[in-house]
């Protein structure tokens, strides 16, 4: 089913090409697929390779260095368009870019040079991996550990919920390098197929079942220095690493939440346009179209939000307080806004004969990754004490 398409303030005809584009290529190619992937669990790894060819994996990675050029307030309303029909492949393309981050910003001379273009090409798919069973909220107390061995490091340990797990060609790994409580952690470019390195348990989730979500396992995996593999950055960055690339990645979260509400409400509206009861379509009573005209409000709110902080991004400025804000408002507009969905369908809505159901499930973990709720409000509440005590608001 098609809907019209969302009113967007673009910049330039490149970019409203770009975004008509992805809309067509996402309606052909990934609305039609989504339900039977997503119930039978399967990555659809050859459609982000041909997403990959047409050089949407890597949209806001400057153009020297092989990406799209893009500025982020133009990738995330692509990552809408792809939310709004598959919400699963925009997790994937927000992670990729949120794998490809430290190599992009903090890799040496040689990754920049002989390993980006490789991993520009499209044909490349990223995982990042931070979290630990014990260790999510805080990453500071991740146990995985990195140890000096000749050329090069020895990695041990398990990483958790890892979004790729076995489908990726390389992964992102903090790991311990000392007990420094500040500058402990490292970070390391780890290929796939390196030796010691095992695909663990795949989560049976309540949504985005086509994601493959596992454990990542390291035993005594070792990984050459070369420049090209191993550490990214100086040892004991690895944190200041991961958070930096986590503020880019809370806005992909934010932008893939407003897409799949947008989808929510289009699906709901149409709804309640063709249901009749008590002699009348149910748009007609105030009770339905309310609740719909909040959802509109709603995920404008939250599409505005992601803009303006994405914009901050574009210009240079510090963005970390309104990244957290924009994934705060956007994901629990989501749940709000497919919940909603569902109750707009009555009976209808609570079966898999409708995707709201599916929406309602996919929508819970965008609260809870890449910095639970309750870590985002810690977030923006350190920004408020340190702009009042003077210490800057970021
Ligand atoms: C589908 C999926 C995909 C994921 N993909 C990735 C990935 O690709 N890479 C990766 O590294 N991780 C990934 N994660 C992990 C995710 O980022 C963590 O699940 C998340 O950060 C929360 O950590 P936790 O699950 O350990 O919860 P916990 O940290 O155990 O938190 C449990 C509860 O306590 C609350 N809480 C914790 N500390 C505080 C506090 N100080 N104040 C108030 N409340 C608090 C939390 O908000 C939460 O409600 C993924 C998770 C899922 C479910």
Redesign the pocket.
């Given at each position: 089913m098609s809907f019209p398409p969302v009113r967007r303030s673009l910049p330039t005809p490149e970019a409203e090409g770009l975004i008509t584009m992805v809309a067509e290529f996402a309606d052909d190619q990934l609305a039609p697929r989504a339900a039977t992937a997503e119930a039978t669990e399967e990555f659809p790894r050859k459609i982000l390779a041909h997403m990959g060819q047409l050089g949407l994996l890597t949209l806001p990675f400057p153009e020297s260095l092989g990406g799209g050029g893009q500025g982020y307030q133009i990738y995330l309303q692509v990552l809408e368009e792809i939310s709004m029909r598959w919400a699963s492949i925009a997790l994937s393309v927000s992670?990729n870019c949120l794998a490809h981050q430290p190599v992009v910003a903090f890799g040496s001379d040689a990754m920049k040079s002989e390993l980006l273009p490789t991993l520009m090409s499209g044909t490349a798919l990223g995982?990042?991996?931070?979290?630990e069973v014990h260790?999510?909220?805080?990453p500071s107390a991740i146990r995985t550990s990195a140890k000096r061995d000749g050329n090069g490091w020895v990695i041990n340990g398990t990483?958790?919920?890892?979004?790729?797990g076995g489908a990726a060609d390389f992964y992102i790994v903090f790991a311990r390098t000392s007990d420094d409580p500040s500058h402990g952690i490292s970070c390391f470019y780890v290929p796939a197929g390196t030796p010691g390195l095992t695909v663990g348990k795949r989560?049976s989730?309540m949504g985005?079942t086509s994601?493959p979500?596992t454990l990542i396992h390291f035993d005594n995996a070792h990984i050459d220095d070369t420049g090209l593999t191993g550490l990214i950055g100086e040892p004991g960055d690895g944190l200041r690493i991961a958070l930096s690339a986590l503020d880019a990645g809370r806005l992909g979260i934010a932008a893939t939440a407003t897409g799949l509400a947008q989808a929510a409400l289009n699906y709901s509206l149409r709804y309640a346009m063709d249901r009749e009861a008590f002699g009348s379509q149910i748009i007609d009573y105030q009770g339905v179209s309310f609740m719909l005209a909040d959802m509109d409000a709603q995920i404008q709110s939250a599409r505005e939000m992601y803009l303006a902080a994405a914009r901050l991004k574009d210009s240079g400025q510090p963005y970390s307080r309104e990244a957290s804000i924009s994934k705060l408002i956007a994901t629990d507009t989501v749940m709000r806004v497919t919940t909603d969905a569902v109750q707009v369908l009555g009976g209808a809505g609570y079966t898999r004969d409708h995707p709201v159901e599916r929406y309602m499930r996919e929508a819970k973990?965008m609260q809870?990754?890449?910095?639970?709720?309750?870590?985002q409000r810690?977030v923006i509440a350190r920004h408020l004490v340190n702009g009042n005590l003077g210490k800057g608001s970021r």
């Open positions: 992670v995982a990042y991996c931070l979290s260790a999510g909220s805080d990483k958790a919920w890892v979004t790729h989560e989730k985005l994601s979500t973990v809870i990754f890449e910095g639970t709720n309750q870590i810690m």
